[in-house]
């Protein structure tokens, strides 16, 4: 399994990024993808979740970001994204995505990052002016 995440950048406040993750190795109808972060020192923190089963989509936000980020998936290409807008400073942090299989551990917490089996490398996102 490999889970490459792309997308960020530097932006002034306000401004939007896209964040993709192309997973390879698993296919997002069985796997969940959770967005994390972690700024210079603080603690990981869960961002964002989406997960697909029986037809339904089913998203999960962090209170910091709902209203401002939205996450989707493409399953032909395996890939999942989340969109970021009206960037803070306070966004600024490196984002990893993550993944888990929800057949296999349904009962699993999407904002733990211990639940997550499967790490992509970082991307740093910078929201300054």
């Known amino acids: 399994v490999q889970l490459q995440a792309s997308g960020g950048g530097s932006v002034q406040p306000g401004g939007s990024l896209r964040l993709s993750c192309a997973a390879s190795g698993l296919l997002l109808d069985y796997y969940a993808i959770g967005w994390f972060r972690q700024a210079p020192g603080k603690e990981r923190e869960g961002v964002s979740y989406i997960s697909h089963s029986e037809g339904a989509t089913y998203r999960n936000y962090a209170d910091s970001v709902k209203g401002r980020f939205t996450i989707s998936r493409d399953p032909v290409y395996n890939t999942v994204y989340l969109q970021m807008n009206d960037l803070k400073p306070e966004d600024t942090a490196v984002y990893y995505c993550?993944?888990?299989?929800?057949?296999?551990?349904?009962?699993?917490?999407?904002?733990?990052?211990?639940?997550?089996?499967?790490w992509g490398q970082g991307t740093q996102v910078t929201v300054s002016s």
């Open positions: 993550a993944s888990y299989s929800f057949w296999a551990h349904p009962g699993r917490t999407w904002y733990e990052g211990r639940d997550y089996d499967y």
